[in-house]
């Protein structure tokens, strides 16, 4: 593929990009991946999935995800009051809820580009888009030192929160982007395997645990409120030792690595394009905002827009401002878009119950047999 006739860009190597990239080449346009990193699918994503999700079927055919991807079946998740007196449980009734290695995932989206013809570029870093009147017209990219142009006909960024490409004034960043540390460990001592656990803090936030396959598991807290006040390593290490289930919890295992990461829990961003750009996956908070990851709901939104988006591309030489319109009310009216409007609603409503205003631990518990409804009544 000459890079003198790309049609479409997508910038970012994780699901939302990848995803995008297939479904806009499936449509028989020329696309370019640039991922800036020397190697796709370096963070710690939150893995737990719907396996039954439609996008699977989409992009990997009628089988679904694929089987050679490990997996683990959740069956219930948990959630403790600060004081760890009350709780809350989810049942999940299929074996549909799993968690999986997000790199296996990634390599096997990898595998599907490469093979239907997606161009891919690693260790290219955009650096600049190229605007003129009031559209993104092209971008200048760094490869191995060397800085070039690139004028497609259609963009899709799906850089995610961790970057340092400043987007159009006009494209708001979600709201509620809030720090965490993800940590994956080794024989950590969990007495079911099948069960999610969060633990709400005496402050606005929440530590989980999430079992992998491999006798592992991923070990994260973040904050909602005050972020410059607390720090999220001194909260993990004194859970560690006076938290009455995660003392016991963490007394053994392996810190094998971890990341800083950030976390969307508010909700999509209501514009997400300006022409001839569109930006998909986290940065435009297209996931869940109770748990603030999404994999499903990144990976299928950037399916549908290279499909959308892609197919007027064959129907015409340029879009239009209309038509990156009609693709953002196809999204908002999906279920996936009702889906994460919901999501927004019940985040809200959960932390306001909680910790607004501030509760102690004894007042949380006093509310939770109300409270716990919510949660006991979410669907799977």
Partial sequence: ?????????????????????ISANRQGLAVLLLERDIQFGKRIKGEVINKSAEV???IFGKEGLPESINHIVFKTAKYYTPSTKKYAKRFFPTKNKIGIEYRELIKELERVAISEGVRIKLNSEVLELIERDEMVIGLKYQEFEQVQELFPKLIICATGLHTKLNLPPRLKRPTNVCPAI????????????????????????????????????????????????????????????????????LRRGNHIYSKNEFLAFGGPVKQTYIPNLIVVGDAMGHV?????????????????????????????????????????????????????????SSAKAMREILYNPPKSP?????????FKGFIESRGA
Avoid: C
Avoid at 190 to 202: G, M, R, Y
Avoid at 310 to 334: C, P, V, W, Y
């Fill in 56 to 58: 699977f079927k989409g």
């Fill in 182 to 249: 993800k940590i994956i460990g080794e024989d950590l001592n969990i007495p079911d395997p099948h069960e999610l656990e969060f633990f709400f803090l005496n402050i606005p936030g929440v530590i989980w645990i999430f079992p992998k396959p491999r006798n592992r598991a991923e070990l994260g807290v973040t904050t909602w409120m005050n972020h410059d006040k607390h720090n999220l390593r001194s909260l993990l290490n004194e859970a560690a030792k006076i938290h009455p289930i995660l003392k016991e919890r």
């Fill in 1 to 21: 593929m000459s890079l003198d006739r790309i049609d479409v860009v997508v910038i970012g190597g994780g699901v939302a990009g990848l995803s995008a990239a």
């Fill in 362 to 370: 004894d007042e949380i518990d006093g509310l939770w047999d109300k």
């Fill in 288 to 344: 869940g905002a109770v748990g603030g990851s999404g994999i499903v709901s990144s990976m299928t939104i950037g399916y549908h827009l290279g499909h959308l988006l892609g197919k007027r591309l064959t129907e015409k030489e340029a879009l239009s401002l209309e038509d990156f319109q009609e693709a953002q009310r196809t999204i908002n009216k999906s279920a996936i878009g009702k889906y994460l409007k919901k999501e927004q």
